[in-house]
């Protein structure tokens, strides 16, 4: 999803959304065209700190990336080697800004000279003069408070993540009044990650299902089908699946190809043991045991 900024009758880039159907992670990137064969950063304590100049080895994208996962870890590596905590997004409770972004004028974003697709949400700023702004990204419970210069989007009726204007402009750094400048919290609320990337998957799947037993979808389009596991298992298990029509037959596809996932799901296609056909239509299985050798 793209995030378009309207300012009077011009729209701009400002950002995309991402959200992720695997386990409800998200990814908010700031994005502009153009590359940057250098970055200002600013090293030592606020009020302190010092403005160094890094040149990049090859010309970098000016888009900034926020990912911030369901175990409650957000990645910042434009400006973070090491990530920050929060909680893990399915158990928000309380609002916490992780990043915030400076612009110089709204005009200097880039014009977005596009029809928007009816996915696309638009970020009014109409009634402010063509200035510096600022912005502050918070991920919440869906009951933050907002106001007529934010955009709010909730995720399975449980979490947010807001875009929020600042009434006053963030101060800019001297020398960096021209540039566009990114800033992330430099800590988060815990100082590990609380909540294992297995249970952050599994919690995410059952929440959308309102169940928190095994979960079997449907394939894709490829004929693939997804199967979730009502907790993670000690090691990847061995599973039988066996179709209740002795013509149709499971095949597993190997699960080393998603290293991080195989103790929470797997993923098989069902064939037809003659012909070798892959089954995309709904089957009814008469045994799917796993075993991980408890």
């Known amino acids: 999803m793209r995030v378009l900024m309207k300012h009077g009758e011009v729209l701009y880039r400002f950002a995309t959304l991402e959200f992720s159907d695997r386990d409800g992670s998200i990814v908010l990137t700031l994005t502009r065209d153009g590359v940057s064969t250098f970055s200002m950063v600013c090293e030592g304590n606020v009020g302190e700190a010092n403005l160094v100049r890094r040149k990049f080895d090859t ?20 400006l973070r080697d090491k990530p920050i905590f929060i909680e893990p997004l399915l158990a928000t409770s309380k609002p916490f800004c992780f990043g915030a972004y400076r612009i110089p004028a709204i005009s200097a974003l880039t014009r977005f000279d596009k029809n928007p697709a009816e996915e696309d949400a638009i970020f009014v700023l109409d009634g402010l003069l063509d200035s510096p702004q600022s912005f502050e990204f918070i991920v919440s ?13 909730d995720f399975l009726g449980r979490y947010s993540l807001t875009l929020l204007r600042h009434a006053v402009p963030i101060a800019s750094q001297p020398g960096l009044e021209g540039y ?11 100082e590990s990650q609380q909540m294992s990337e297995e249970w952050a998957l599994t919690a995410f799947h059952q929440a959308v299902h309102n169940r928190r037993d095994l979960l079997l979808y449907e394939p894709n389009g490829a004929g ?11 090691i990847a298990p061995r599973a039988i699946i066996e179709c209740a029509d002795p013509n149709l037959s499971a095949e597993i596809i190997d699960q080393t190809l998603d290293h991080r996932a195989q103790r929470v799901q797997l993923r098989f296609k069902v064939r037809n043991t003659k012909t070798r056909e892959v089954i995309k239509g709904t089957v009814e299985f008469r045994r799917i045991e796993l075993d ?3």
């Open 59 to 78: 010309p970098r994208r000016k888009d900034k990336k926020f990912s911030i996962h369901a175990s409650g870890r957000i990645n910042v590596p434009h």
């Open 141 to 153: 419970p869906i009951d933050i408070f907002t106001n007529e210069h934010s955009i709010k989007f």
């Open 180 to 190: 566009f400048t990114t800033y992330a919290a430099d800590v988060g609320l815990f």
């Open 224 to 234: 693939v089908r997804l199967l979730v596991f009502s907790a993670p298992m000690r």
């Open 292 to 294: 991980a050798e408890l």
